[in-house]
Structure formats: structure tokens, C-alpha cells
């Protein structure tokens, strides 16, 4: 039984979205499973809000600010912000937007998200002024990944968390603008209810992720 013990077993079910299961939740489930061969993990990728619950997951992952208050959660990552950019060729004959509201004069790549049942409003603030942005463009997309790429081939601007367009900012495929008006928010939580009780896998999973500074 001792031995049993110290060597956790079973399945984990967490569902999250695609930008967070690449950054953080893959790379620490790859070391967990190296440590613990008789581990099994599924991750289930949806940008919708998933009913843990009924849907029989061990613990979903959102951005701290869109977690319920009747869930534990673990923060896994740090606050972030979001990146308001476009590329070079896109901006080559087009005056860069100074304010928010200049970008009423500019072709933005939106985004639709199931969990908001329309379109996001671009969130901004500066000074303790917050503003809300309703965008138009000729585009309209529902993955992160495909916003970002539609800006690189210089359709518009797209707004997206900073660390997500990193690489493409670095490498001068993409342009920043607005950044003083970017402010950071709360990042990636683990959530679960307070109420089922964890499984020895899944308490090493929670360390795994756990956001140390």
C-alpha cells in the first residue's frame, strides 16, 4: 500500500483555452508526465465556459477575473496585458492611432467569442479612465491564432495578450501601438470545486502549475 501511494495514478480532465494550454498547461503537464508514468492527463481545448461540473472535468482554467467565487482557484501564471498591434505594411500608408478612439479610422480584426455572445470590445485604460471600443473591420475571426496571423499579413490591427504577439513584436512582424493604454489584469487561474475531493494526481498537477514570482 505504501508503495501504491507513491506512485500516483489515473486520469485528469481540465479543459482551457488554446493560448494558456500552450504556454503554461502543456509544459508543466510534460514534466509531470515524465515524473509520473502512470499519470494520464486530457485537455480539452474550448474558449467556451465549460460547466466543470456537469461536463465532469477535474478543473478548468480561466483568466482570474471570469472565475466563480464558489471554485478554489490557484493562480498559475502572472497579470497580463493586452497588445494592441499591426504590421509594418499595414501601417506603411496609415497614421498610427494615438488615442483609442482613432481607431474608429482603422480596419481591426475582431474577435467572437462564444462566452460573450458577440463581439469583444477592446478594453482600455489610462490615467484611471477605463474605455470600451466596439471596433470594425473586414474581418471577424473566433481564434486568437488566426487574428494574429491575419495581422501579420497586414489585414489590420488586432488585439491580443502581449506575451501571445511577443515573438512577432521582436521579430518586427508586428507593430505595438497604444501601448500606454494597455493595462494589466489579473492572469490564468486553475479552478475546481471546493466541494469534490483531489485525487493525488491531480494535487501534483495544482503544484505543477502553481504561479511562483
Known amino acids: 500500500?505504501?508503495?501504491?501511494?507513491?506512485?500516483?495514478?489515473?486520469?485528469?480532465?481540465?479543459?482551457?483555452?488554446?493560448?494558456?494550454?500552450?504556454?503554461?498547461?502543456?509544459?508543466?503537464?510534460?514534466?509531470?508526465?515524465?515524473?509520473?508514468?502512470?499519470?494520464?492527463?486530457?485537455?480539452s481545448v474550448n474558449l467556451s465556459f465549460v460547466d466543470i461540473v456537469a461536463e465532469?472535468?477535474?478543473?478548468?482554467?480561466?483568466?482570474?477575473?471570469?472565475?466563480?467565487?464558489?471554485?478554489?482557484?490557484?493562480?498559475?501564471?502572472?497579470?497580463?496585458?493586452?497588445?494592441?498591434?499591426?504590421?509594418?505594411?499595414y501601417f506603411a500608408n496609415r497614421k498610427l492611432p494615438r488615442t483609442p478612439h482613432d481607431l474608429a479610422e482603422h480596419n481591426c480584426i475582431n474577435l467572437r467569442f462564444p462566452t460573450l455572445g458577440g463581439l469583444y470590445a477592446w478594453e482600455f485604460e489610462k490615467g484611471g479612465r477605463a474605455l470600451n471600443v466596439r471596433v470594425e473591420g473586414q474581418l471577424i475571426v473566433?481564434?486568437?491564432?488566426?487574428?494574429?496571423?491575419?495581422?501579420v499579413d497586414g489585414l489590420g490591427i488586432a488585439y491580443l495578450p502581449e506575451d501571445f504577439l511577443k515573438p512577432d513584436m521582436d521579430a518586427g512582424r508586428l507593430t505595438r501601438v497604444l501601448g500606454d493604454w494597455s493595462p494589466t489584469f489579473?492572469?490564468?487561474?486553475?479552478?475546481?470545486?471546493?466541494?469534490r475531493q483531489q485525487s493525488p494526481a491531480f494535487a501534483l498537477l495544482i503544484d505543477a502549475l502553481r504561479y511562483r514570482d
Do not use: C, W
Not at 504556454?23 to 509531470?32: G, T
Not at 482554467?61 to 482557484?73: F, H, S
Not at 489579473?186 to 466541494?195: D, I, T
Open 56 to 89: 465532469r472535468f477535474d478543473g478548468g482554467i480561466r483568466l482570474g477575473e471570469t472565475v466563480a467565487q464558489d471554485m478554489v482557484a490557484v493562480r498559475i501564471g502572472p497579470d497580463m496585458r493586452m497588445a494592441a498591434v499591426g504590421a509594418p505594411s
Open 1 to 43: 500500500m505504501n508503495e501504491l501511494r507513491d506512485k500516483p495514478a489515473g486520469t485528469i480532465r481540465i479543459t482551457a483555452g488554446d493560448h494558456v494550454s500552450e504556454s503554461i498547461l502543456e509544459p508543466a503537464v510534460a514534466r509531470l508526465l515524465r515524473d509520473y508514468p502512470d499519470i494520464r492527463v486530457e485537455i
Open 186 to 195: 489579473p492572469g490564468y487561474y486553475l479552478y475546481y470545486p471546493s466541494r
Open 142 to 151: 473566433n481564434d486568437p491564432s488566426l487574428a494574429r496571423q491575419a495581422a
